[in-house]
């Protein structure tokens, strides 16, 4: 079953602005991963938050967890028009087996 | 640069005809998976190999086969290709089979059903 649920579907801003994307999922998890994918291309990961971690930077990145909640959220700051992109949190799927369980994405368009 | 390549990047096939897909690695990772994205979707895991070991999805369809024969190379086979077989196709990699592994993943191959 789908594990992350992801909102919202999607994003338009300026560019400039910051840009909020949210994650849910719904069984105990060691991490979660963020991963963009640009039109007509591969996922790039871009983070990973492990269980015991809270908040975590990547240059304009910033990722939350919140495990009581089961929620995840992915913020890109100051965005650009080079960060047009669908936006997908994943799941390690339960058991040792290295399956990600990927949410349905957003997709974010930011006007330049 | 270490990386994981797809050929084609643009596939056209008709239906029933059968057609192979084709993955490469240069980063030495035991792990590579191959997923499936249509339009407006998250990937969909079909298998993966582990070394040589291979491991279906339940709900992968019969349709779809797959090849291992080195650490770099992973082929996907649709045998008979329907309509409802077009899409994006993702070969992935990763240094592990243990949970929370990065993946590592290819530019994809745009499938097309005629």
């Known amino acids: 079953s789908q594990q992350g649920e992801e909102d919202p579907q999607a994003l338009s801003i300026q560019e400039g602005e910051n840009a909020t994307m949210n994650c849910s999922y719904k069984?105990?998890?060691?991490?979660l991963q963020w991963y963009r994918q640009n039109s007509g291309r591969g996922l790039v990961h871009l983070i990973l938050?492990?269980?015991?971690?809270r908040e975590k930077h990547s240059g304009r990145l910033r990722v939350t967890l919140d495990t009581s909640k089961k929620s995840s959220s992915l913020l890109i700051t100051a965005s650009r028009a080079a960060d047009t992109a669908s936006y997908f949190c994943?799941?390690?799927?339960?058991?040792?087996?290295?399956?990600?369980?990927f949410g349905q994405g957003t997709t974010l368009q930011v006007k330049p | 640069d270490a990386m994981v390549i797809q050929n084609p990047r643009y596939q056209v096939t008709q239906f029933g005809k059968p057609v192979t897909l084709s993955c490469s690695q240069t980063?030495?990772?035991?792990?590579m998976y191959w997923y499936q994205q249509k339009s407006s979707q998250a990937p969909k895991l079909l298998f993966h190999y582990y070394d040589k070991d291979f491991n279906n999805e339940a709900d992968t369809p019969d349709n779809f086969q797959s090849r291992r024969p080195n650490t770099s190379f992973c082929f996907l086979d649709i045998r008979s290709p329907g309509l409802g077989d077009a899409a994006m196709y993702l070969c992935?990699?990763?240094?592990?089979?243990?949970?929370?592994?990065?993946?590592?993943f290819g530019p994809g191959t745009r499938l097309t059903v005629l």
């Open positions: 980063l030495n990772h035991n792990v």
């Open positions: 938050i492990r269980s015991n971690e």
């Open positions: 069984t105990s998890i060691n991490n």
């Open positions: 994943a799941t390690p799927r339960s058991g040792n087996t290295g399956k990600l369980i």
């Open positions: 992935a990699t990763s240094s592990g089979q243990t949970g929370g592994n990065e993946q590592f």
